[in-house]
């Protein structure tokens, strides 16, 4: 079960400063970010603020692949990631990539899911089990027997997704998930990531640009700018914050009324996470 | 116009759709619904199994696709499909070199491209080398150097921040208000809601609405089966017990009615 915490954290980051080679700039400056077992993490900031290397240092691509300048560390769940084998790290954190046309590629939605198991060396009848059993969870036993290629974009994000659960990562990463998916095969993946965290306590790092998507399941938001982390909070805390739109994240509609309501002296009991929430709290007598 | 796949698959199905010029054009409509196969007939990339196309009144099918392209230029949904040059300037002025562009011209539209959308640092660099964020301002840019007449983009704000979003905001509106036919393909709902274009909702193949924006926004149950979800301002407006005539357009919109309300 998702127990939500001050232990001690599944992700340290601990100081963590990283220059790429030839590159004038730091990616990262001083990053300090722990993230608790079982916590659903929004990670946000425009484009080109340090996400996609703070989540490379995480899955350990960095030190390991990218030469630079790398200072203090991260911590996964008691491993320190530089002195970490890669292949141990992929066992431990999850990745799903934006486009997973990059990540399916067996002969059948099956054997992709499999494909993860089988490097582990699993005996067959576990990876049979553990196969069936995500298939299940994720709604895909139809597709078992289909070429992953003629699947949906949203059907390819689950096989994805499935084949990374079925190796019982403690975190995973989702980068843009819900970026080619239709609005409601996006809110059917962000449910599925809430029952995920709740029925095995996976532990998610989401990043994300369409935030109305995601604050409704989300336990903490941490916003990037310029490599460093410039704000963390609640969705609510975050949102409501005039700060956080001058680190470009787009304030989904719920939240800037909230505040602006506030600020006019007419701040609502309960902040609302979504317009069903808000309209609740503005029909109230 | 029907169009069928070389595997059989019918991805449009009796399509009737007239867009007039100055038009600004939302597509909506689930994974596979066809609006991408759709915006491939408007430069020719794709001819109808069944019906035509026709363009400015001339039938696409008589026209190559590189006179189609100066006059439609479309952005695409992946841009790794869509680039290929060498450096970011080169992508920008390969097709200004095309269509015959003097060289005085082709630098002003390449620094206009670079500066408004943020490449400049990037200008000799390779399109590889982007993020995908990046890679997609530049397939806009490369296309809105040519200046063409109908501008057609293909989810643009995917992987985009919230600033690239206001930018893209503000060019489609400009754009538009400049006289230009703008067609947008998009699942990202509260972008179109900003936009407030005509909506068309695309399902298996098919136009099964039409109309403006903030008409159509309220069709709920529509939108359910077509898999689109409501804008946030507009599933407010239809959960509150009192509620003014239309749904808010944005924010202070929403926010004069409720202090109002509240008061």
């Given at each position: 079960?998702?127990?939500?915490?001050?232990?001690?954290?599944l992700l340290s980051v601990e100081g963590l400063s990283f220059s790429y080679l030839d590159s004038p700039r730091a990616a990262l400056t001083d990053v300090n970010l722990k993230i608790n077992r079982g916590e659903i993490v929004i990670l946000a900031g425009q484009s080109g603020?340090?996400?996609?290397?703070?989540?490379?240092?995480?899955?350990?691509?960095?030190?390991?692949?990218?030469?630079?300048?790398?200072?203090?560390?991260?911590?996964?769940?008691?491993?320190?990631?530089?002195?970490?084998?890669?292949?141990?790290?992929?066992?431990?954190?999850?990745?799903?990539?934006?486009?997973?046309?990059?990540?399916?590629?067996?002969?059948?939605?099956?054997?992709?899911?499999?494909?993860?198991?089988?490097?582990?060396?699993?005996?067959?009848?576990?990876?049979?089990?553990?196969?069936?059993?995500?298939?299940?969870?994720?709604?895909?036993?139809?597709?078992?027997?289909?070429?992953?290629?003629?699947?949906?974009?949203?059907?390819?994000?689950?096989?994805?997704?499935?084949?990374?659960?079925?190796?019982?990562?403690?975190?995973v990463i989702l980068d843009e998930p819900t970026s080619l998916l239709d609005p409601k095969t996006a809110s059917e993946l962000v449910s599925l990531v809430s029952k995920l965290n709740k029925e095995l306590g996976i532990t998610f790092v989401i990043v994300e640009h369409r935030?109305?998507?995601?604050?409704?399941?989300?336990?903490?938001?941490?916003?990037?700018?310029?490599?460093?982390?410039?704000?963390?909070g609640t969705p609510t805390e975050v949102l409501t914050n005039p700060a956080s739109s001058t680190h470009g994240l787009a304030i989904p509609p719920v939240f800037s009324l909230y505040s602006e309501l506030a600020e006019r002296g007419s701040r609502l009991p309960r902040a609302?996470?979504?317009?069903?929430?808000?309209?609740?709290?503005?029909?109230?007598? | 116009?029907?169009?069928?796949?070389?595997?059989?698959?019918?991805?449009?199905?009796?399509?009737?759709?007239?867009?007039?010029?100055?038009?600004?054009?939302?597509?909506?409509?689930?994974?596979?619904?066809?609006?991408?196969?759709?915006?491939?007939?408007?430069?020719?990339?794709?001819?109808?199994?069944?019906?035509?196309?026709?363009?400015?009144?001339?039938?696409?099918?008589?026209?190559?696709?590189?006179?189609?392209?100066?006059?439609?230029?479309?952005?695409?949904?992946?841009?790794?499909?869509?680039?290929?040059?060498?450096?970011?300037?080169?992508?920008?002025?390969?097709?200004?070199?095309?269509?015959?562009?003097?060289?005085?011209?082709?630098?002003?539209?390449?620094?206009?491209?670079?500066?408004?959308?943020?490449?400049?640092?990037?200008?000799?660099?390779?399109?590889?080398?982007?993020?995908?964020?990046?890679?997609?301002?530049?397939?806009?840019?490369?296309?809105?150097?040519?200046?063409?007449?109908?501008?057609?983009?293909?989810?643009?704000?995917?992987?985009?921040?919230?600033?690239?979003?206001?930018?893209?905001?503000?060019?489609?509106?400009?754009?538009?208000?400049?006289?230009?036919?703008?067609?947008?393909?998009?699942?990202?709902?509260?972008?179109?809601?900003?936009?407030?274009?005509?909506?068309?909702?695309?399902?298996?193949?098919?136009?099964?609405?039409?109309?403006?924006?903030?008409?159509?926004?309220?069709?709920?149950?529509?939108?359910?089966?077509?898999?689109?979800?409501?804008?946030?301002?507009?599933?407010?407006?239809?959960?509150?017990?009192?509620?003014?005539?239309?749904?808010?357009?944005?924010?202070?919109?929403?926010?004069?009615?409720?202090?109002?309300?509240?008061?």
């Amino acid at each position: 079960m998702a127990s939500k915490g001050p232990e001690v954290p599944l992700l340290s980051v601990e100081g963590l400063s990283f220059s790429y080679l030839d590159s004038p700039r730091a990616a990262l400056t001083d990053v300090n970010l722990k993230i608790n077992r079982g916590e659903i993490v929004i990670l946000a900031g425009q484009s080109g603020c340090g996400k996609s290397t703070l989540l490379r240092c995480v899955n350990g691509l960095i030190p390991h692949m990218y030469p630079g300048d790398y200072k203090g560390r991260i911590v996964v769940d008691g491993d320190v990631v530089a002195e970490t084998p890669m292949g141990k790290l992929a066992q431990m954190v999850g990745f799903l990539f934006q486009n997973p046309e990059n990540q399916i590629f067996m002969f059948s939605v099956e054997r992709d899911i499999a494909f993860g198991l089988e490097n582990q060396g699993l005996p067959r009848q576990e990876m049979r089990r553990r196969v069936d059993e995500v298939m299940g969870l994720l709604h895909i036993e139809p597709l078992a027997l289909r070429p992953p290629h003629e699947l949906s974009d949203g059907q390819k994000q689950r096989v994805a997704l499935a084949g990374i659960i079925a190796m019982r990562p403690n975190l995973v990463i989702l980068d843009e998930p819900t970026s080619l998916l239709d609005p409601k095969t996006a809110s059917e993946l962000v449910s599925l990531v809430s029952k995920l965290n709740k029925e095995l306590g996976i532990t998610f790092v989401i990043v994300e640009h369409r935030l109305e998507l995601l604050t409704p399941i989300a336990d903490r938001i941490v916003v990037m700018d310029k490599g460093r982390v410039v704000m963390e909070g609640t969705p609510t805390e975050v949102l409501t914050n005039p700060a956080s739109s001058t680190h470009g994240l787009a304030i989904p509609p719920v939240f800037s009324l909230y505040s602006e309501l506030a600020e006019r002296g007419s701040r609502l009991p309960r902040a609302p996470l979504t317009p069903e929430e808000m309209a609740q709290e503005l029909n109230a007598p | 116009m029907t169009f069928v796949h070389q595997n059989g698959v019918k991805a449009l199905d009796g399509v009737s759709l007239t867009i007039e010029k100055h038009e600004l054009v939302g597509i909506v409509g689930e994974n596979g619904a066809g609006k991408t196969t759709l915006v491939r007939h408007i430069n020719g990339l794709l001819r109808p199994t069944s019906g035509s196309v026709l363009i400015d009144g001339a039938d696409a099918r008589g026209t190559s696709v590189a006179k189609l392209s100066r006059k439609i230029g479309i952005a695409f949904q992946n841009p790794d499909h869509q680039l290929f040059s060498e450096s970011v300037e080169h992508e920008i002025t390969f097709a200004l070199k095309n269509f015959g562009f003097d060289d005085a011209l082709i630098e002003q539209r390449l620094n206009w491209a670079l500066d408004f959308f943020g490449l400049k640092e990037y200008h000799k660099s390779s399109p590889l080398i982007l993020s995908g964020g990046e890679k997609k301002r530049l397939t806009l840019a490369s296309i809105l150097a040519w200046d063409p007449e109908v501008v057609v983009l293909d989810e643009p704000t995917v992987g985009q921040d919230a600033i690239q979003k206001a930018k893209l905001l503000e060019i489609a509106r400009t754009l538009h208000s400049a006289g230009k036919t703008i067609i947008i393909v998009s699942h990202d709902v509260e972008f179109l809601w900003s936009l407030q274009p005509r909506l068309v909702v695309m399902k298996r193949g098919r136009v099964v609405e039409d109309g403006p924006c903030a008409v159509v926004m309220q069709e709920r149950e529509l939108l359910e089966d077509a898999r689109v979800s409501q804008p946030q301002l507009v599933a407010l407006y239809e959960s509150l017990s009192r509620r003014p005539a239309s749904p808010f357009q944005d924010v202070s919109q929403a926010l004069s009615w409720v202090s109002g309300e509240r008061r």
